[in-house]
C-alpha cells in the first residue's frame, strides 16, 4: 500500500536532511501509530507522503505508483483519487457549510465522488452520523464549531470516497481523553468500513493501544537527533 525507499528531504536553506527513511512500508488497512517528541518531523513526513512536501532523494510508492515522479497537477490528482489528510488545524474552509466542506475532495476527484455513491449530501451526512456530530451542527456555520464537532467535519472529509490512504496528524490533541478514545474508535470503524489503511500521528503514547502497530519515528529517521532518539 505505501512504500518508501531511501527517502529524503531537507527544508529549503537547510544543511541537514530532517527526514532521512532508508526503509518503512504500510499495508492495506493497516492500522498504524506514527510517535515522537515535538518538531521531530512527523507533519513533514506526512506532507511528503501526501505529495504537499517534495522529497529531494529515494521513492515513495502508494499502491504502486511512484509519487516522488509525479508532478505538480499530476500528483495533486493523485492525492484527490487516494489520500485523506486530517490537518492538525483541520483546515476547514469557512465560507463553506458543513456539507460542502465535508464534499469537498469530490469536486477534486472524478474517482472518489463515483466512490461516494449517488447522493453525495447522504454520504456526508452518515459519515457525519457515524462520527457522532450532533444533528444540530448539520446547519451551523463551521467557525461555529466547537474544535471537537471541527474535528469530525475534518475527518469525515477526509474519509469520504473511501480513500486508499488515510493520513492523522494529530487531531485529537485538543480533545479529553474520554472524548478522544471514543472518536478514535470511531474513526477506526470508518476506517475499516472504507477499506483504507491509516497513518495516525500522536506523541501521546496512551493511544497506541488502539492500533495494529506503532512507530517511532525517531527511531525510524537516521536524520533524527540523538535526543529525538532517546
Ligand atoms: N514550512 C517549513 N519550513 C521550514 N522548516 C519547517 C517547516 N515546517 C516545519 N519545519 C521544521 O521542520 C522540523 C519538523 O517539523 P514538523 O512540523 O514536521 O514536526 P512534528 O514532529 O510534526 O512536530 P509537532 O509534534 O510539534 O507537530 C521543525 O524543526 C520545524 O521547524
Redesign the pocket.
Known amino acids: 500500500m505505501l512504500l518508501i525507499k531511501d527517502l529524503r528531504f531537507r527544508?529549503?536553506g537547510?544543511e541537514q536532511w530532517?527526514i532521512d527513511i532508508p526503509d518503512f512500508s504500510l499495508e492495506a488497512k493497516e492500522r498504524v501509530f506514527l510517535k515522537?517528541?515535538?518538531?521531530?518531523?512527523?507533519?513533514?513526513?506526512l506532507?511528503l507522503i501526501a505529495g504537499i512536501n517534495t522529497a529531494d532523494q529515494g521513492s515513495l510508492h502508494i499502491q504502486g505508483r511512484d509519487l516522488t515522479a509525479l508532478k505538480g497537477a499530476k500528483r495533486d490528482a493523485f492525492r484527490a483519487d487516494h489520500l485523506g489528510y486530517i490537518f492538525?488545524q483541520f483546515n476547514l474552509l469557512p465560507y463553506l457549510s458543513v456539507i460542502d466542506n465535508v464534499t469537498l475532495p469530490c469536486r477534486f476527484s472524478k474517482a472518489r465522488k463515483e466512490r461516494a455513491g449517488d447522493n453525495l449530501q447522504q454520504e456526508a451526512e452518515r459519515l457525519l452520523r457515524a462520527l457522532a456530530l450532533p444533528e444540530n451542527c448539520l446547519d451551523k456555520p463551521v467557525t461555529e464549531l466547537s474544535i471537537g464537532q471541527q474535528q469530525r467535519v475534518a475527518a469525515a472529509r477526509a474519509l469520504i470516497g473511501k480513500p486508499a490512504l488515510l493520513l492523522a496528524?494529530?487531531p485529537t490533541s485538543a480533545l479529553d481523553a474520554d472524548t478522544r478514545n471514543a472518536f478514535i474508535s470511531l474513526l477506526m470503524n470508518e476506517c475499516e468500513n472504507a477499506g483504507s489503511s491509516l497513518l495516525f500521528?500522536s506523541?501521546d503514547s496512551s493511544l497506541e493501544s488502539h492500533f495494529d502497530r506503532s512507530i517511532s519515528?525517531p527511531e525510524l529517521n537516521r536524520a533524527a537527533t540523538p535526543m529525538e532518539v532517546l
Open positions: 527544508w529549503p537547510q530532517q515522537g517528541a515535538s518538531g521531530c518531523g512527523k507533519s513533514t513526513l506532507g492538525q496528524d494529530e500521528v506523541h519515528l
